[in-house]
């Protein structure tokens, strides 16, 4: 399923609002809790793709099926982040990189899960229920974008929208099985995503090839006023060059002990498919990698409890029944909070208190700019970086209850959102029975990081290695698709 579909469209051969229909129908049908809500507008959105055709407009993305996380809004439909304090809002506007995509032809399907506020690396702490992963439905999709991981690697639509915060388009698209990619950090607006963490959060697509992921970024890219944060920056990223002559340092913190024996196959995989295609991969250190997870959370952690703090009963979110004003904000917040969201919270407010301010979150945010610093110093040196996305692949559901433990996932991931950094997560093999497999078993991801608004290096190496592997690390899609093409 790819934009060969909207080609399809665009020429009349096949009508956006059959290919809406099939994927609604699938959507409606699956069994992994991808979905928060579907689109009750669906078929009139198609219809009106279909009308803008049939009077000559040329769509790029002429009914493309879409699935958005459900913490980037979309008017007149539910915008709950996966939490029960955000359960009865409607969204009085959209998004800018939704809108842009529509303006495109896209359509969307629906509001995928996700963890609550973005907080969660397997997609177990949505307030509407778990998302399985569509490989083994007994183990977790990823988080925080887990429902949109889990709906493209599923084929139940064409692409689509997450956040990465810390990793929440890369690990869910290593553990599903598709590819996601975390932009620079201004490369895309953020206006119309319900924020986590201001100064991390990125909007990102997901898709099942080099070729749709680069056309959702081409078009949802862009300067926007309505976000302070955005970028000029050009908008073009697709490439007909390859990767001959180019150095990819291998990062040496990357390939420690922690990893699983299939993601070190994947890895050794990996180098040995980028030196056939004519590059030269060297081992680089960054030192600086030992602070990411600790900075990280000692960063996010106080945004979220600055950018939360607007939840308490009083305006749009849950509200519940109190004596006087202080008790119902206090119970507002205990029914309409999960417990990942307060415990994050409760971090943060701790880190930004008197007498702690100077020993946690300042002191973070001197070690972001030292990691910063190691990223500039060896891209002085190479191409692009090459790490693991996690240290395994997906994990059984329930099977990290200690939240420490689980923090532990994003050891590869943070980095990069603390840096401002464009990354990207690429399936390359399996692990099965504890060993690298090309053919069957957990997907695995590995990931590749490029130099500030480099981000069509990434989908060079992501297509040229597509090449290579002539997709056998992707899922069949679901027959619906077999229809139309």
Known sequence: MTLALSKQVQSGAVQAVDVAKASLEAVRSETLNAFISVNDAVLEA?????????????????????????????????????????????????????????????????????????????????????????RDHARVPGGSSSGSAAAVAEGLVSGALGTDTGGSIRLPAAFCGCLGLKPTYGRVSRYGVIAYASSLDQVGPLARNTADLTALLEVMSGYDPMDATSLQTQTNFSSAQ????????????????????????????TQEALEKLGATVVEISLPSL???LAAYYLIACPEASS?????????????????DLLEVM??????????????????GTYALSSG????????????????????????????????????????????????????????????????????????????????????????IGVQFIAP??????????????????????????????SRFL
């Open 242 to 269: 390859d990767i001959k002559g180019w150095k990819i340092g291998l990062v040496k913190e990357g390939m420690g002990s922690g990893n699983s024996a299939g993601v070190v196959g994947a890895m050794q995989a």
């Open 307 to 323: 950018n939360l703090a607007r939840y308490d009963g009083m305006v749009y979110s849950h509200r519940a029944e109190g004596a």
């Open 290 to 292: 030992e602070n990411a």
């Open 46 to 134: 198609a219809a009106l793709v279909d009308a803008r055709v049939a009077a000559g407009e040329v769509l790029p993305l002429a009914g493309y099926p879409l699935a958005v996380k459900d913490n980037i809004v979309l008017r007149g439909l539910g915008a709950t982040a996966g939490s029960r304090i955000l359960e009865k809002f409607v969204s009085p506007y959209t998004s800018s990189a939704l809108q842009k995509l529509i303006n495109a032809g896209a359509v969307v399907i629906g509001k995928a899960n996700c963890d609550e506020f973005g907080m969660g690396s397997s997609g177990e702490n949505s307030a509407y229920g778990v998302t399985k992963n569509p």
């Open 356 to 443: 702690y301010y100077d020993a946690f979150y300042s002191k973070a945010l001197r070690a972001r700019a030292m990691i910063a610093a190691d990223f500039a110093r060896v891209f002085a040196e190479v191409d692009a970086l090459l790490m693991p996305t996690a240290p395994s692949p997906a994990f059984l559901l329930g099977a990290k209850a200690d939240p420490l433990e689980m923090y532990l996932t994003d050891v590869d991931t943070v980095a990069v959102n603390l840096a401002g950094l464009p990354a990207i997560s690429i399936p390359f093999g399996f692990e099965q029975n504890g060993q690298f497999s090309t053919s069957a078993g957990l997907p």
């Open 452 to 481: 500030t608004l480099e981000d069509a290096r990434l989908l060079t190496i992501s297509a040229q290695l597509e090449q290579f592997t002539v997709g056998a690390f992707l899922k069949p899609v679901q027959d619906w698709v």
């Open 330 to 347: 206090a119970k507002s917040r205990g029914e309409g909070f999960g417990a990942e969201v307060k415990r994050r919270i409760l971090m």
